[in-house]
């Protein structure tokens, strides 16, 4: 299946299908603010059309028995939001070529979904198991939805972070107040599914039946980019600056700022400046 497929792939094997009690009100109010905001900026399809982009770039740099070098693996990273400030370290030519090897590992085999979180546990073993290296579940993550979209829903902690009670799938939780409750659902392979299967529901009712994985994608971030908005925390606020527009934090954590047209990128060297890469063949930055 080609990474531009906009089809969500049937998932055959067996999961762990969380009950996910969403609110509607919440999902109208996040699909309103998206669609608004895109309108001001050329429309939804535009950014549909780079997250496709970002999904071809991904497939064609992880084709079978293709491994990226360390200056395109470096671009990669650029633009996936929550890891490019910390990856730094391992982007190193003395430390590439392991690296290399655990993500060749993660994606080895990938068409049998029943071994996700098997294979991202494997991954995050191994890097040290502390809190500065949490990134890792983030970049398995984002590995495997822009690699393969179809089959691999957004991950990332920040879509749902079971350890933490923090997410999209708590701020659109259907409760009076969801901030004293602890959601029971498990961060696993199954809940991000069903999250997904629920998200595209609510979209083909409001009339999107093409490219639903990329507007999928665009909701979700869009939700949670309001909680940065209303609330965020220091590290939400060291991550993503004050907004200039209504969709910066929704570019931001999905990546479509990570690289510009010039090469310059947001991803940090171990001594905290910015990397100077080559750029994409068509530029992701919006």
């Known amino acids: 299946m080609s990474a531009s497929s906009t089809s969500l792939m049937a998932v055959r094997a067996e999961l762990e299908r969380p009950r996910l009690e969403l609110s509607g009100a919440r999902l109208a109010h996040a699909l309103e603010t998206l669609v608004g905001g895109c309108e001001e900026q050329g429309g939804v399809e535009r950014y549909v059309e780079a997250l496709r982009l970002k999904a071809d770039i991904f497939q064609e740099a992880f084709a079978p028995g293709r491994r990226p070098a360390l200056s395109e693996l470096r671009t990669l990273c650029a633009l996936l939001a929550t890891v490019r400030r910390r990856i730094g370290e391992y982007l190193l030519p003395s430390r590439v070529e392991a690296l290399s090897a655990r993500i060749a590992q993660l994606l080895e085999g990938r068409e049998d979904t029943s071994s996700t979180d098997q294979r991202i546990a494997a991954f995050c073993d191994g890097f040290p198991a502390d809190r500065s290296h949490r990134w890792v579940r983030d970049l398995?993550?984002?590995?495997?939805?822009?690699?393969?979209?179809?089959?691999?829903?957004?991950?990332?902690?920040?879509?749902?972070?079971?350890?933490?009670?923090?997410?999209?799938?708590?701020?659109?939780?259907?409760?009076?107040?969801?901030d004293p409750?602890?959601?029971d659902v498990p961060d696993r392979y199954g809940t991000f599914v069903m999250l997904r299967e629920e998200l595209a529901q609510y979209l083909s009712k409001n009339g999107v039946y093409r490219d639903v994985v990329?507007?999928?994608?665009?909701?979700?971030?869009?939700?949670?980019?309001?909680?940065?908005?209303?609330?965020?925390?220091?590290?939400?606020?060291?991550e993503f600056s004050v907004p200039e527009d209504p969709l910066l934090h929704t570019r931001r954590l999905l990546g479509l700022d990570g690289v510009d047209a010039n090469g310059r990128t947001r991803l940090k060297a171990t001594d905290g400046t910015a990397v100077v890469v080559g750029a994409p063949k068509r530029s992701t930055e919006y």
Do not use: K
Request: hydrophobic content about 45%; glycine content about 6%; charged content about 20%.
């Open 140 to 178: 398995a993550a984002e590995l495997l939805h822009n690699v393969d979209p179809g089959r691999y829903p957004l991950m990332c902690r920040w879509v749902w972070d079971a350890a933490t009670n923090t997410g999209v799938i708590r701020e659109i939780w259907h409760a009076p107040d969801a």
């Open 181 to 183: 409750l602890r959601i």
């Open 214 to 238: 990329f507007y999928v994608d665009l909701l979700t971030a869009q939700i949670y980019a309001g909680y940065i908005s209303v609330q965020g925390d220091s590290y939400l606020r060291t």
